[in-house]
């Protein structure tokens, strides 16, 4: 009788943690079914437990080849973006993947959605694979939410008004925003969203500021990882963003990114604690390896499918070749720059571009940079700076940067004159940042902020990374031209419409044939999805 006490307890249990792990996740789209080179918008609802501050969505094959991601910022448990659709893909059914990196469980919520490649057709095509998919998430429809307004046909390039209303009852129980879209339907493939755990993933740091790069720094000679090395981050600006870490036993370090935005231009380095000692970088992968995967399996398509891509294929071919742009982008926040750069105020700052033309690194230290000594003998070059309080100059060569990068390799700046140099600041003083010390600086920015002089090594790693992903809106639609069509099979996209009593939605059709609905979807504070959609024909 104990065991079967035992059983039941653990069966409640399993299935109270299968429900919990699905409550409060929802993953949308403006369409299910794409064609190469569109760009496909996106919400993402969070667990409201959740205190990571970024949530990663990625595009993935039938074949667990990831093909794109970005990072979109979290903000009251909400995600809002979207992804570029590569012009090569070829035809197939896909899955979106939108997950955290400190997921214990390694759960991510997947969507499955079709894309055509631009230049292929389904004339022969008779079966598609689609998802055999489990643990769906469930979207409950409410009478709760009434759409008014909408009538069952419209003709092509028609304004439309419609009216939501929200029962008080209802407005109440709402969490956050509400997603409400107007866009093409394919009654044949509409795709749903589901949870799906597995072994594999990327373990780390929760993002609470924001993006976490992180790898480990392995010595050549044994393969083994390296510890106490220090590793530093540089993000070059007029104003370098500076990390460094030291690395414990197991060889590892972690950096964040706090409120840098779009592409960001970094590089990761290291210097051995001895000059014969010779290490590697390796970055860990910003988004997690595919895993397993759910299982596909063939169904028929229909002639309206095949018909309707066809279309849609045209449509998109025509907004390429006239450049019909479907975002319009907002402009990033501001990142907050310190009055100076991390190593403190300059002793003195130079300008060599405003003197007259110098030849090499060596005529411009003995000219113009007070307090810094640079040799080049027998292409061994050498750097000291003085040391204003003891007034002698340091023994240990100082800490010398290029646009905030730092160098030990003199032979990168013996050959700059004062065509490649901006400006160079110099401190003739110890500095401190953490732990680190530096016996004077010498920070030399360049006119073209290249980075190319600086060679890459195993020790030296440039990335290029999309930070957090900027916000976008649907652009409105243009007054074309005579002759132009417009071509949009998206009409409205709000992921952030602020719950109210009644809600306003003013759009136009295009010039698209076929079948559209107007959704709207949202949480309830008990995790629970809602939706109420309205159809409508295009003809």
Not at 97 to 123: C, H, P, Q, V
Not at 166 to 191: C, H, M, R, W, Y
Not at 401 to 408: E, S, Y
Request: net charge neutral; glycine share 6%; charged share 25%.
């Amino acid at each position: 009788m104990k065991q079967k006490i035992i059983f039941i307890l653990l069966f409640i249990a399993t299935i109270s943690g299968n429900a919990q792990n699905q409550t409060g996740f929802g993953f949308f789209t403006d369409r299910d079914v794409y064609v190469s080179g569109e760009i496909l918008l996106a919400k993402i609802y969070n667990p409201t437990d959740n205190s990571s501050r970024i949530v990663y969505l990625d595009l993935v094959n039938q074949s667990g080849l990831r093909i794109s991601g970005v990072s979109l910022e979290i903000k009251n448990n909400e995600a809002s973006g979207f992804l570029q659709l590569p012009d090569s893909l070829s035809t197939g059914t896909y899955l979106l993947r939108a997950y955290m990196k400190n997921s214990a469980e390694k759960l991510k919520t997947i969507r499955e959605i079709w894309i055509s490649n631009r230049f292929d057709g389904l004339e022969k095509t008779k079966q598609v694979k689609r998802v055999a998919a489990s643990q769906t998430i469930q979207h409950k429809s409410t009478q709760q939410i009434n759409i008014e307004g909408i009538i069952p046909e419209y003709a092509t390039n028609t304004n439309a008004d419609a009216s939501i209303k929200i029962d008080e009852t209802l407005l109440k129980e709402i969490d956050g925003n509400l997603l409400v879209s107007v866009a093409q339907t394919d009654p044949s493939f509409e795709s749903g969203s589901f949870t799906w755990s597995s072994d594999h993933g990327n373990d780390g740091l929760t993002e609470k500021k924001g993006i976490i790069l992180s790898g480990v720094v392995i010595d050549k000679k044994n393969s083994m990882p390296a510890s106490g090395i220090t590793v530093y981050l540089t993000i070059p600006d007029s104003i370098p963003g500076f990390q460094y870490y030291q690395t414990q036993d197991d060889g590892r370090f972690y950096f964040q990114l706090d409120n840098y935005y779009g592409q960001v231009q970094a590089f990761v380095q290291c210097f051995g604690n001895t000059p014969e000692q010779r290490l590697k970088i390796k970055m860990d992968q910003l988004f997690a390896e595919p895993g397993t995967l759910p299982e596909f399996s063939p169904q028929p398509i229909s002639e309206e499918f095949k018909n309707n891509i066809t279309r849609n294929i045209d449509a998109v071919t025509f907004q390429k070749v006239f450049g019909q742009d479907k975002l319009k982008f907002q402009a990033t926040p501001a990142k907050t720059l310190e009055p100076y750069a991390y190593y403190g105020k300059p002793s003195n700052i130079v300008d060599p571009h405003l003197f007259i033309d110098l030849p090499n690194f060596t005529e411009i230290s003995r000219e113009l940079l007070p307090g810094v000594k640079f040799r080049n003998y027998n292409n061994e070059p050498t750097m000291q700076v003085i040391n204003a309080a003891a007034r002698d100059y340091f023994k240990e060569m100082p800490l010398i940067l290029i646009d905030g990068i730092p160098i030990r390799n003199l032979n990168v700046i013996k050959d700059m004159g004062t065509q490649d140099i901006k400006r160079v600041e110099i401190c003739q003083s110890e500095r401190y940042f953490g732990n680190l010390r530096f016996p004077g600086i010498v920070a030399i920015y360049t006119t073209k902020s290249d980075y190319s002089r600086i060679p890459d090594t195993d020790q030296f790693i440039r990335l290029k990374l999309e930070a957090i992903q900027g916000q976008a809106n649907l652009a409105e639609p243009e007054k074309s031209e005579p002759g132009i069509p417009d071509l949009r099979q998206t009409f409205y996209w709000n992921p952030s419409e602020e719950p109210k009593d009644t809600l306003s939605v003013k759009f136009s059709t295009s010039s698209i044939l076929g079948k559209f609905k107007l959704v709207v979807r949202g949480r309830l504070k008990n995790g629970t999805m809602i939706l109420a959609e309205k159809q409508f024909e295009v003809k």
